[in-house]
């Protein structure tokens, strides 16, 4: 089992900045592919970012990026997630999820379904 406990969310005025992290413990989660998702009220859970397990690359949601950074600390078992010129709209609950061996892609990897673990979420509140 893989427990995730996301920190660091906030409010925050539109144009400023955020860090989100996910500590991992049960199991180290060098081979597991962490996906950050958000949901808003009323809304269905999105794929926010999302890094393979395998490559380390990172993708994202159109909306985010350029302005949003994923990264993974092997040693620390933990993932980041770097929010940049927050908008109104970036306001949601943010949660990470991690999957053993998922694939991650440009068009894989961005289903809540894939994904067995997931943490309670953060709040993230982007004032206007």
């Known amino acids: 089992q893989v427990q995730l406990v996301e920190s660091g969310g906030g409010l925050v005025q539109a144009g400023g900045s955020l860090r989100l992290s996910c500590a991992a413990s049960?199991?180290?989660?060098?081979?597991?592919?962490v996906g950050w998702f958000r949901q808003a009220p009323g809304k269905e859970r999105e794929f926010v970012a999302g890094?393979?397990?395998?490559?380390?690359?990172?993708y994202y949601t159109n909306s985010v990026k350029g302005r949003f950074t994923m990264s993974r600390d092997n040693v620390k078992n933990s993932v980041y997630l770097q929010m940049n010129n927050l908008k109104p709209e970036d306001t949601a609950l943010y949660y990470c999820?991690?999957?053993?061996?998922?694939?991650?892609?440009?068009?894989?990897?961005?289903?809540?379904?894939?994904?067995?673990?997931w943490g309670q979420g953060t709040q993230v509140t982007v004032s206007s």
């Open positions: 049960g199991r180290t989660i060098s081979n597991y592919a």
């Open positions: 999820a991690a999957d053993q061996f998922l694939p991650i892609g440009i068009a894989t990897g961005r289903e809540p379904s894939g994904y067995d673990y």
């Open positions: 890094i393979s397990w395998r490559s380390g690359t990172t």
